[in-house]
């Protein structure tokens, strides 16, 4: 037998570790930000730049895609070259992998604020990102299958399964729901509308949960968990089931977010049937996980990085049943627009994300630098600490949703409902608000002596840059496995493409006839496409991030209607490029709001909404009648519109201007009727303009 030596790359580990733990850092400072704005709105600092809906997709990015993103890479480039018995593919490969992530993350960190974003949750960033995202992960995809061909371990063990998974899936994913015809450098619009544009994004969005926050951690979970507590996984065979089973059902799972809204009931059924099911293999892999450390507890007892492994498990157990729990619709009808949906989102993304990352950075550290950690008892004090944090979090959240769905649906005996102004929701929940900045700032503070920690280990060794490493030769002419899945695991080709297979099916069943047959989603003739001034106005309402705070789908329900107006239909938003029914009601749903109040209380409101709602926490946005109306790309907006089935007549493209300015005066005049003296020319103007027209194209029926 011959024996081969050769070097692990762990350069390309430390350097996605260190950007682990400072975009960590970043992203849990601007959550902290973010919940305090939503306690006293003066944190906003009255910029454009600082407002709410402009820095909670900075967090949300920056937490999954810069901090769990790094922290999926380094536990993938640690753990496939031991696995595999072999170095990365390309160390070039490698280092423009992580140069060019770093890049994008820093281009989203700087474009969302200026609010230059596509409004769909978790992929905001505009069309140049996305083609960046794009090649970045083709050059990781080559680097790792590069690395799985020159593999000399001949079964591919059950980690890479899951990292297989992650980079066809995410692809996909990525390609399908950020299909966009760009207006300029820095806008576009979705090729998909309405109904239509809500499904692919929620397919995206649930799956994005799925195939970066879930599986590449459940293949870290296999590789570290073993390795730490230093016994074997408890079952190759339910490691089997539970891959399968897990990337089949999980991609059916999206229309659970669209629950009573206008999407077709079929799909809206499909989604909660698979959302049950997935109780199963979610439970199966926490299971395999715990079950491994059957007879370690007390090593568990003295290991940092267990407890964390442990409640990571315990927190992906936790979330994982929350997800069917939140599908079933008598418990949706209550909770969704609520605070649950923000606990249950970070019960996953502070317990399983964040604690397993945590452990795994205790981990690696020492074992590349070849010295000890610098203190255990400084990793179990952030331990205790960073639980604390998640309790302190998602507790007072679970508490706030409950008032929340009971308020919103409350009636007194004669009918009416018992509080009719959103606000008096608002201001209740805001002691559970400050419990949960509380929280996040534990876990914010726990992460800061876990930097202090691994800096401090760094400094005590020193890097093996190359570590030595020596394995026989693969042998290509080893006699057949018994065992199906056994063959199966040699041949990594035909690997991915039935992975590939298995999570195509659930996509493709759902969206094919809702795109193709005409009665998912029927037209109403009185709804007509949105005037060139509209267009602005929605576009300057996707800058500001409004979508953040407000719905625009109104339920089936006596609550919702009594509330806001009639209820959704699917053929109102066939001219909305993006959808913009939004995921959490931080404020009122303004699909009916318009013509419910004048000119003038829109403007003081946007001037200062205590004017028209006293304690309000919403910012304050005085920059919009400061600023100019940008009509240079108007006439080619309305062109795209076009081209994506909007019927603009030729007339109307060329006129654009023309007609915008026409109808700004209009408003204006109306203003100065009440004795409000703005240009019309003015940013406010257009926003006045969108709102206005919301909900107007059809009345209610009696």
Not at 85 to 93: H, I, P, Q, T, W
Not at 105 to 131: C, K, N, R
Not at 617 to 644: G, R
Request: charged fraction near 15%; charge should be positive.
């Amino acid at each position: 037998m011959h024996i081969q030596q050769f070097d692990y790359d762990n350069k390309i580990v430390r350097n996605f570790g260190v950007a682990t733990i400072v975009w960590g850092i970043v992203g849990m400072t601007v959550g902290l930000l973010v919940a305090l704005q939503l306690i006293w709105p003066a944190m906003n600092f009255l910029t454009q730049y600082t407002t709410f809906g402009r820095v909670r997709p900075v967090h949300t990015n920056a937490v999954i895609f810069a901090f769990v993103g790094n922290g999926i890479f380094m536990g993938v480039y640690y753990s496939l070259q031991r696995v595999l018995k072999a170095r990365m593919f390309s160390d070039v490969l490698s280092k423009i992998h992580f140069w060019g992530w770093q890049l994008i993350i820093v281009a989203s960190a700087i474009t969302l604020p200026l609010g230059l974003t596509s409004s769909h949750e978790y992929a905001e960033m505009e069309w140049p990102i996305d083609v960046a995202i794009t090649l970045i992960w083709v050059v990781f995809g080559i680097n790792m299958f590069g690395t799985i061909i020159k593999r000399r371990e001949k079964h591919m063990y059950v980690a890479v399964w899951f990292y297989i998974a992650t980079l066809v899936t995410i692809a996909v994913l990525h390609i399908v729901n950020s299909i966009q015809i760009p207006v300029s450098f820095w806008k576009s619009y979705y090729v998909y509308a309405g109904v239509q544009d809500a499904l692919v994004q929620w397919w995206y969005g649930h799956n994005a949960v799925a195939f970066f926050l879930t599986t590449p951690y459940l293949g870290m979970m296999y590789y570290f968990l073993p390795k730490m507590a230093n016994r074997p996984i408890y079952s190759y065979r339910l490691s089997i089931l539970h891959f399968w089973s897990l990337i089949f059902i999980y991609i059916w799972a999206g229309p659970h977010h669209l629950l009573y809204t206008a999407l077709p009931g079929w799909v809206q059924s499909l989604g909660v049937v698979f959302s049950v099911m997935l109780i199963a293999p979610s439970w199966g892999g926490m299971i395999n996980g715990l079950l491994t450390l059957r007879g370690a507890w007390d090593k568990v007892r003295k290991e940092p990085t267990l407890k964390f492994m442990v409640v990571a498990l315990t927190a992906y157990g936790m979330a994982t049943f929350e997800g069917p729990l939140l599908s079933l619709k008598q418990v949706n009808a209550i909770a969704h627009f609520t605070d649950w949906i923000v606990a249950h989102v970070h019960v996953g993304a502070l317990g399983w994300n964040g604690f397993m990352t945590f452990a795994i950075l205790y981990w690696i550290v020492p074992r590349i630098y070849k010295t000890e950690l610098y203190s255990k008892k400084l990793a179990n004090a952030h331990f205790w600490i960073g639980t604390l944090g998640i309790l302190f979090y998602a507790i007072p959240m679970y508490w706030a949703a409950v008032v929340q769905g009971l308020m919103w649906k409350d009636f007194t005996p004669e009918g009416v409902l018992r509080n009719p102004n959103f606000l008096a929701t608002t201001l209740e929940i805001i002691p559970m608000h400050m419990m949960r900045a509380f929280g996040g700032a534990l876990y914010l503070a726990g992460a800061l002596m876990m930097a202090y920690n691994l800096v401090k280990t760094m400094r005590a060794g020193k890097l093996v840059a190359n570590e030595r490493a020596e394995a026989p030769a693969l042998d290509h002419h080893a006699h057949a496995e018994r065992y199906r899945h056994r063959r199966l695991e040699r041949k990594p080709m035909l690997f991915m493409v039935l992975a590939l297979v298995a999570i195509l099916i659930g996509g493709m069943v759902e969206m094919i006839p809702t795109f193709t047959v005409s009665s998912n989603v029927p037209t109403i003739a009185s709804v007509k496409p949105y005037s060139a001034l509209e267009i602005q106005g929605r576009d300057l309402y996707i800058r500001e991030g409004c979508v953040n705070c407000h719905s625009q789908t109104i339920r089936p329900f006596r609550s919702e209607t009594a509330r806001y107006g009639e209820y959704s239909k699917a053929g109102e938003f066939v001219y909305d490029h993006p959808f913009l029914w939004g995921s959490k009601r931080t404020g009122p749903d303004l699909q009916r709001i318009g013509g419910k109040y004048p000119h003038k209380w829109h403007f003081d409101h946007l001037l200062d909404p205590t004017i028209t709602s006293p304690g309000s926490i919403m910012p304050a946005y005085p920059w919009l009648i400061e600023q100019e109306i940008n009509y240079d790309d108007l006439s080619k907006k309305l062109a795209v519109m076009k081209t994506l089935g909007v019927p603009y007549t030729d007339a109307e493209v060329k006129n654009a201007v023309a007609n915008a300015t026409k109808q700004a005066q209009e408003i204006t005049t109306a203003l100065e009727a009440n004795d409000v003296e703005v240009s019309n020319d003015r940013e406010i103007i257009a926003i006045i303009a969108y709102l206005q027209r919301l909900g107007t194209d059809i009345k209610a029926s009696k």
